[in-house]
């Protein structure tokens, strides 16, 4: 079995392991939070946009949309997705990422923030974002909850097709250590891969104090899954919209 990189095999099969995944229910919900947050937004940035599917429906919402993701591969499969050039495309650490522009809504969807699993990564994330904002801007992500991970993880251990590929899934939450690992065996050609991926599990009260450490910004909303009622440790899903403060 070789060992490869988070996302570098499963790009290949990612949109068919996410079929059932609501996405235009969640470019819709996400349309109503900017509308609600920050109605000037023209641009938008996603963070961790992985293989571009929330980029293509937020571009048919009028929006003029640049993304960012770590994986080369995903990042080649949004290319193959998006065919509109203005949409810019880079590969890069999020918590790291430099441009010159700025953005009037600034988005990390589906437990990507999860993906950094120190806070110190966190941290940084937010000074990072604060500088691609634009004044009003906004910084929209959601983290998957411990709740969700209890809940949820047997669903999760799942195996099946996609194309010429098989995969197999094994999901499993690590409660002393806040840590939810999703494991990845993918077979093609007779080929074996294997991808640990490795998620921290926060509570909702780590993220807040980080926040306010970083005196960045304001949380000015933080709704359970996709709805406008407030979020808490029994929410799968929160969704945080913070606001750029002055400093
Ligand atoms: C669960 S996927 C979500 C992808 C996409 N947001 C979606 O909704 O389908 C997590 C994504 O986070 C990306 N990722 C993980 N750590 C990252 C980091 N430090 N910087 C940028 N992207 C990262 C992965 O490469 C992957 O594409």
Same mark, same amino acid.
């Given at each position: 079995? /070789? ?8 790009? #290949?099969?990612?949109?068919? /392991? ?5 996405? %235009? ?6 349309? @109503?939070?900017?509308? %609600? +947050? ?5 641009? !938008? ?14 571009? %048919? ?10 994986? #080369? ?7 193959? @997705? /998006?065919? &509109? ?11 790291? +990422? ?32 604060? =500088? ?21 993880? /047997?669903?999760? &251990? ?10 197999? *899934?094994?999901?499993?939450?690590? *409660?002393?250590? *806040?840590? $939810? ?15 640990? $991926? !490795? ?5 909702? =009260? ?30 799968? *899903? ?5 606001? @750029?403060?002055?400093?």
């Amino acid at each position: 079995m /070789i060992q490869t990189q988070p996302y570098s095999i499963l790009a #290949e099969i990612y949109d068919c /392991i996410m079929k059932d995944v609501p996405y %235009k229910k969640w470019a819709k919900y996400i349309l @109503k939070l900017i509308k %609600k +947050f920050n109605p000037k937004t023209t641009h !938008i940035l996603e963070l961790a946009c992985g293989t571009g599917t929330m980029i293509s429906l937020l571009t %048919k919402f009028g929006f003029k949309v640049d993304g960012v993701d770590i994986s #080369e591969k995903m990042i080649q499969k949004a290319k193959e @997705k /998006i065919k &509109n050039e203005d949409v810019n495309l880079y590969i890069a650490d999020m918590s790291e +990422f430099k441009t010159h522009k700025k953005y009037g809504s600034v988005l990390c969807l589906y437990d990507s923030i999860n993906y950094l699993t120190e806070i110190g990564k966190i941290l940084n994330l937010f000074s990072n974002v604060w =500088s691609l904002l634009d004044e009003d801007g906004i910084f929209i992500f959601d983290i998957s909850t411990e709740y969700n991970s209890i809940q949820n993880a /047997i669903a999760m &251990n799942t195996k099946g097709k996609c194309g010429d590929y098989k995969f197999v *899934r094994r999901s499993y939450f690590l *409660r002393d250590e *806040r840590t $939810h690992i999703n494991e990845f065996e993918i077979e093609k050609d007779g080929e074996k891969f294997f991808e640990k $991926h !490795i998620q921290r599990i926060y509570k909702i =009260s780590e993220i807040e104090d980080a926040v306010k450490k970083t005196g960045l910004f304001e949380v000015v909303a933080r709704y359970k899954n996709f709805t406008f009622s407030e979020g808490n440790e029994w929410s799968e *899903r929160v969704h945080f919209i913070l606001k @750029k403060v002055k400093v």
